[in-house]
């Protein structure tokens, strides 16, 4: 029962690039959303995904891209990686109904150089 | 913004119960208190939720006041690896997405 991945777990690039990170859910949540995580903010919602096809915005979407072609992947692009995009980031699903409860992954660690 | 406040860090002894505040003023009549937690470098961790009555679970128990505008988190008997950063969060259950604050850093200490 591998939950809920995301790769990559470590990530170096450059300003400019584009980059891509996973997530991947084994439970067909509908739900699944993508947060960032730097000292001083907490976590912060970028994107988020009711179901396939389904994307909205979150408190910090600019420079990020999202899509959800299959209810079990989430990727999340940066179009063209700025240093300030350096951060942990955290991908998470939940039940359509019920309780808010959400899972998430074990975080990817960017660095923009 | 989030609809909590809660204290930015709190020392507990080990094995002494750890009682963490969270004042949720603006909390609606349908809207859940949840906790979660974040131990370091990991995702977080959902620990025990609550809508009126008080709650209790293998991790945690969580007191809600009658009025519901503040909740306590309860671990009864703290350990070494519950330090982490703890937070509050009201929402209703249907909502597309929470907000987290800064939370409560706890440490335990030997």
């Known amino acids: 029962d591998a939950g809920i991945t995301q790769s990559p777990r470590y990530k170096i690039t450059e300003t400019g690039r584009q980059v891509t990170l996973m997530c991947h859910q084994t439970?067909?949540?509908?739900?699944m959303f993508w947060y960032r995580q730097d000292l001083g903010h907490g976590l912060r919602l970028i994107y988020y995904?009711?179901?396939?096809?389904?994307?909205d915005k979150g408190e910090v979407p600019d420079g990020y891209v999202v899509s959800r072609s299959k209810t079990e992947n989430f990727p999340l692009t940066l179009e063209s990686a700025t240093r300030s995009q350096t951060s942990v980031y955290f991908c998470?699903?939940?039940?359509?109904?019920?309780?808010?409860?959400?899972?998430f992954g074990p975080g990817t660690r960017l660095l923009v150089l | 913004d989030a609809k909590t406040t809660q204290p930015p860090s709190m020392d507990c002894a080990e094995g002494r119960a750890a009682n963490l505040p969270c004042n949720h003023s603006t909390i609606s009549g349908n809207e859940y208190v949840y906790w979660y937690r974040q131990i370091h470098s990991q995702g977080p961790q959902y620990i025990i939720h609550?809508?009126?009555n008080n709650e209790t679970n293998e991790m945690a128990s969580l007191i809600i006041t009658e009025d519901r505008k503040s909740s306590t988190l309860i671990l009864p008997h703290a350990t070494l690896r519950d330090t982490a950063v703890y937070y509050c969060i009201v929402g209703r259950g249907r909502d597309d997405k929470i907000i987290f604050g800064k939370g409560t850093r706890l440490h335990i200490l030997p």
């Open positions: 998470a699903s939940r039940q359509t109904s019920g309780a808010e409860t959400q899972y």
């Open positions: 995904s009711a179901a396939a096809d389904i994307t």
């Open positions: 609550g809508l009126k």
């Open positions: 439970w067909s949540h509908s739900y």
